[in-house]
């Protein structure tokens, strides 16, 4: 599993409410990483503190319609509304999922370069998506 996926896992299910206790938490199942890395993934994941400990922000910024891979897992084709296309892509972008290269955008179709299918559970997760919709 990749530290970022389990960093947002760690969020989505316990209560931490430090970043040292993010690190910690890390360190305990493997990953070695420092806190300015922590804080510069947290920003990336929206999470922002709530009622005291670091929650999740919005996953999602579009309605993704469609989710189809192909070319081996190298590249993921994502339909949604119109409009909303570019906005998903900055998202994705911004939020630099681990295995992604990039994205292009239309008005309602993003496709997303990827190193291979290691990259496709980073990215449902990313968009809110269940793993197994394909």
């Not at 300015?36 to 309605?63: E, F, I, N, W």
């Not at 906005?87 to 239309?106: F, K, Y």
């Not at 496709?111 to 197994?132: D, H, K, M, Q």
């Amino acid at each position: 599993m990749d530290w970022n996926l389990l960093l947002r896992d760690l969020i989505a299910t316990g209560r931490y409410s430090t970043q040292v206790s993010l690190v910690e938490a890390l360190a305990e199942r493997g990953f070695e990483v420092n806190q300015a890395t922590v804080s510069r993934a947290l920003r990336r994941l929206g999470a922002q503190k709530r009622d005291g400990a670091y929650r999740l922000g919005r996953r999602a910024v579009a309605p993704v319609r469609e989710f189809t891979v192909t070319a081996g897992g190298c590249l993921v084709v994502l339909h949604t509304d119109a409009a909303f296309a570019s906005v998903l892509a900055q998202r994705i972008d911004h939020a630099m999922p681990s295995g992604v290269l990039g994205t292009i955008a239309g008005d309602d179709t993003v496709f997303v370069a990827t190193t291979g299918p290691e990259a496709l559970p980073a990215l449902r997760t990313l968009i809110g998506l269940p793993s197994e919709m394909s």
